[in-house]
C-alpha cells in the first residue's frame, strides 16, 4: 500500500483527467438554457464524493443544488468545512477563446477551459486530498464538511438560505476555500483581507424627451453634464473619496503589513505591461499594493446618456445614469456610507433634475487575524505542498460568502489561493497550472493534517 | 383678373393640397433606402418652379440634387436668393406618431407630417407668394434666385461644392430662409442672431481590457472616472465654461437688446411645463431667454462607458467617451476655443488614460445688423401678412450655411420663421399651423414689393 505522498504521485493523470471530466460540463448557472448541465455537475460530485465514502447530500434549496459532503467526526480534532462552487461563468465572447470553453485543452502546462480556476480545479484540489487520505490512511485526521455550491456566480441565493435555515449543520471550526490567487508563481499565498463592496446606481432625470441642444442648452439642466459634475465629486483627482465620513472607520494600514506588502516582489512595470497602461494612479501616499489591497476605492462601472451612435448628433439628453462601486476596508460600515452618499449627491442635485440612487448590494470587508493557529497551520501546510513558504496578501475583490461564514457560523476563513492573477477568471482563455493543481492537492493533504495537531 | 390677395384666398385648398403632395414624398435624405423619393421630390420641384415661368435647373453636384430656378433681372430692385431645403430627417421613432409621418393629416388646424415646417411647409410659402405675383402682375418686383436643396438634414456638402464653385450663380443683395420658428402662436419674429457651434469628441483609453473593479480598482486609472472629471471641470456648477479665453470674444449683450428680450411675454412656467421639468438653471445673471439665445453654453451630447446593462456587474471599464458642443456667441473664435480646450483636457489627463480629442465640425455665430433697410422691409411684410409687427429674437441653434451665405456671397440673411417652437421638428408628429402656412405665403408676397422699393 503507497504512502500518501506515493498515491499523490500515482494518481497524477487519473486527477487530471477527472478534473477535464467535470470541466467539461458547461454548468453555466445565469443561463437557464444550461440548467440540465448544472444538475449534471452536481450529480458528478455527488457520485465522485460518495465514491470515497462520503456521507453525500444534494441539497435542494430552491436554486441550484448545494452538496454537501461530511467526513466522520475524529475526536480532539477541528472539523473544517470547504467550501468551492461547481458552476460557471459564460464563455462569452466564445470568438476569443483559442480552443473551445468546454473542451479542455492543455498546453505549456496549463490546462485552458471555463472554471479551470474558478473554481472547479481549485475545489476539485480538496476533494482530491481527502480521497489521498481516505485511500491511504482509511481516514482523514480530521472532520472535513464539504460545501459545494452551484450559485456562486449568481449570488449564492440557495447557499445563503441554508446558512439561515441549517447553521448547526455547517458548525465548524474553521472554514477553507481556494478561489483566490498565489501572489505570483511559484510565491504561494494566504490572503487574510479582502474589502467589501457598496454598489449603486446613479439616473437621473431632465426634460420629459431629449431637446435640440442649441434652441434649448444653456436654459435647462443637462443631466449628462449633471452626472458627471456628480460622478467628478465622489473623488479627488488622486481618486481619494470624497463623501463626508467616508474614511471615519477606516483601520489604518498596520506598520508590519506596510512593511510586509514593501517586502513582495511586485513589479509594477510588469503589472502596467499585463493591463496595458503606461502609467497608474491613485491614492497619494500609499503604494499600488496598498491601493489595490487595503484602500477603499470607488470606481465607476458603467455610465450612459443621451446619443451614443456614429458622427454627431445636437441633442440635450432626457436621462442619464452611472453604475459606480465603493470598495470597503474592514471596519467600514455599508449604511452610513450610503446614507453619506445619499446626502452628497441630494446636495449637488440642480433644479430641473430628478434624482434616483438605487443601492444595489454591499457587504462589508473581512480579516483573518494573522496570528491563529489556524493560519500556522496553513501556512505549515503551503510551505510542505509547495516547497515555498507563503507570503501574506490581501485582496482588493469581495467574497461575501465569507463575511457570512463570520456572520452565521462565527468562524474564520482560510483563503489559500492556488490560481495565479493572470488566469482569466471570468474572461476568455481561462487557465489553470497543472503544476498549481497537484502541488494544491498536496498543501490540501498536509493541511488536514497540520488542523489535526490544533485540537477541537 | 384678381389682384394678389384675392389670389391668395382663393387659391387656398389649391396650396394646402399642393404641399400635401410635396408631403407625402418621403424624401430621407440621410437613408440611402429613400435615395429614389429624395430625386422625386426634386423633380416634383423643378417641374412646379419651371411651370412658374421661372428658369429652373436640376444641379447635380455629388450628392442629392439642388434645384436652381431664378426669375428676370428687375432693373433698379434688389436680387433675393431665397433658401430652402426639400429633404426631411428620418421619421423615427414609428410609433409614436399619431398618424403616418407621409400621410398629412390635418388636427385643430395643423398640417401634421414629417417636414410640414421643417421645411417644405415653411419653403413652399416663397414658392406660392412668387407664383401669386407671377399669376396676377405677370411679373415679380424683386429678381429671385431659388436655391432649394436636398441636404439639409446630412451636412450640405453639394450645396457648400456650388458656393465654392459658382459663388457668381448666386450672387444677390440678400437671402431669405425660412426655416425657424415665430415667438411663439400670433407672434411673428425676425430671428436675427444664430449661435454657432463647436462640437467635439472625447475617447479615453484605460487598460486594455475590461478589468474587475476589485482587483485593480484604486490602482488604475479608470477612464470613466476620469471622463466624468474632465466633462465636470468643462463648467462650473451653473454652466459656465471654464476653458481660459472662452469668454474673451463674446460680444455683451447690449442693453437695448436685454430690454427687447425682458419685454418679450415669455411664460417661463409654461416654457418649463412644454419640456417637462420643475425648474430650470444656466449661468448666473442671465435670463433664460438670455442664455438660450445670446450666451455660449456647452452640453454633453451624448457620455458612454463601461457595463450600461441591468444589474451590477463590477467592471473597471477599457473605455469611456462622450459627445459635447459649445453653443458659440457671434465673434468667439472656433479654432481658438479648440485649442484650448485641448490644452485643458490634456492638463487634466492623468496617467494610464490614453486620450483622443475629436474636433467634429464647428462654425461660428452670425448676427444681422438691426438696421438693415432688409430687416425693415421684412418688418414691414410681415406685419402686413401677419397682422401683427414681427419682434427681433435670437436663436440658441446654428444655421451653418447662413455662415457661408455671409463668408461666400458677403451678405446677410433674413430668418423669417413662420413655424412655432412645438412643432416638434425632427421628432414625432411633426406639424405646421395651415393658418400660419398662408399668413407665411402673404408676408412673403409683401416682402418682394417691400424690398423692390430699396433699391438695388
Redesign the interface.
Known amino acids: 500500500m503507497p504512502n500518501l505522498d506515493q498515491y499523490l504521485d500515482q494518481q497524477r493523470e487519473q486527477f487530471e483527467n477527472e478534473l477535464y471530466e467535470l470541466l467539461r460540463i458547461p454548468s453555466i448557472s445565469t443561463d437557464s438554457q444550461h440548467g440540465e448541465d448544472v444538475r449534471r455537475a452536481a450529480g458528478w460530485l455527488v457520485d465522485h464524493l460518495s465514491n470515497l465514502g462520503l456521507t453525500t447530500e444534494l441539497i435542494e434549496n430552491g436554486g441550484h443544488p448545494i452538496i454537501y459532503a461530511e467526513s466522520a467526526p475524529v475526536a480532539g480534532a477541528p472539523t473544517v468545512l470547504v467550501y468551492g462552487h461547481y458552476d460557471v461563468q459564460p464563455p462569452d465572447p466564445l470568438d476569443q477563446w483559442l480552443t473551445p470553453p468546454f473542451e479542455p485543452t492543455v498546453r505549456d502546462g496549463n490546462v485552458y477551459a471555463r472554471g479551470a480556476t474558478d473554481d472547479k480545479g481549485q475545489m476539485l484540489t480538496h476533494v482530491k486530498s481527502a480521497q489521498a487520505w481516505l485511500q491511504t490512511e482509511g481516514k482523514l485526521p480530521v472532520r472535513l464538511k464539504f460545501l459545494i455550491e452551484g450559485e456562486e456566480e449568481v449570488g449564492s441565493d440557495s447557499l445563503y438560505r441554508l446558512l439561515d435555515q441549517s447553521p448547526e449543520k455547517l458548525e465548524c471550526d474553521v472554514v477553507v476555500v481556494s478561489d483566490t490567487s498565489q501572489f505570483g508563481p511559484g510565491q504561494p499565498a494566504i490572503t487574510y483581507g479582502l474589502?467589501g463592496?457598496a454598489?449603486f446606481?446613479l439616473r437621473l432625470k431632465?426634460?420629459?424627451?431629449e431637446?435640440?441642444?442649441?434652441?434649448?442648452?444653456?436654459?435647462?439642466?443637462?443631466p449628462?453634464?449633471t452626472?458627471?459634475?456628480m460622478?467628478?465629486?465622489?473623488?479627488d483627482?488622486n481618486?481619494r473619496v470624497q463623501i463626508p465620513g467616508f474614511y471615519d472607520d477606516v483601520i489604518p494600514l498596520s506598520d508590519q503589513e506596510r512593511s510586509q506588502f514593501a517586502e513582495l516582489a511586485f513589479d509594477e512595470a510588469a503589472f502596467?505591461q499585463q493591463?496595458?497602461?503606461?502609467?497608474?494612479?491613485?491614492?497619494q501616499g500609499y503604494s499600488?499594493?496598498e491601493?489595490?489591497w487595503a484602500?477603499?476605492?470607488?470606481?465607476?462601472?458603467?455610465?450612459?446618456?443621451?446619443?451614443?451612435?456614429e458622427?454627431?448628433?445636437?441633442?440635450?439628453?432626457a436621462e442619464?445614469g452611472?453604475?459606480f462601486?465603493f470598495?470597503l476596508v474592514p471596519n467600514q460600515d455599508t449604511k452610513k456610507i450610503a446614507e453619506s452618499l445619499r446626502q452628497m449627491l441630494t446636495g449637488l442635485c440642480?433644479?430641473?433634475i430628478k434624482m434616483e440612487l438605487i443601492d444595489?448590494?454591499s457587504c462589508p470587508g473581512v480579516l483573518v487575524p494573522l496570528d491563529s493557529p489556524y493560519v500556522a497551520a496553513a501556512s505549515q501546510a503551503i510551505e510542505r505542498g509547495f516547497g515555498r513558504q507563503p507570503v501574506f496578501i490581501r485582496?482588493?475583490?469581495?467574497i461575501p460568502i465569507v463575511t457570512a461564514f463570520s456572520e452565521k457560523l462565527g468562524v474564520d476563513t482560510l483563503l489559500l489561493g492556488w490560481g495565479l492573477?493572470d488566469d482569466n477568471?471570468?474572461?476568455p482563455n481561462e487557465k489553470f497550472c497543472l503544476a498549481d493543481f497537484h502541488r494544491g492537492i498536496k498543501a490540501s493533504a498536509y493541511l488536514w493534517e497540520e488542523l489535526s495537531k490544533i485540537g477541537q
Chains 1, 2 share one sequence.
Open positions: 474589502k463592496i454598489y446606481e431632465g426634460p420629459k424627451q431637446l435640440h441642444s442649441g434652441t434649448f442648452g444653456g436654459a435647462v439642466t443637462n449628462a453634464n452626472l458627471a459634475r460622478i467628478a465629486a465622489l473623488t483627482e481618486g502596467m493591463i496595458g497602461v503606461d502609467g497608474v494612479s491613485g491614492e499600488t499594493l491601493r489595490r484602500r477603499p476605492t470607488c470606481d465607476v462601472n458603467g455610465i450612459w446618456g443621451g446619443y451614443q451612435g458622427g454627431g448628433k445636437t441633442v440635450l439628453p442619464a452611472a453604475k462601486s470598495r440642480p433644479p430641473g444595489m448590494h485582496e482588493g475583490g469581495s492573477d477568471t471570468h474572461g
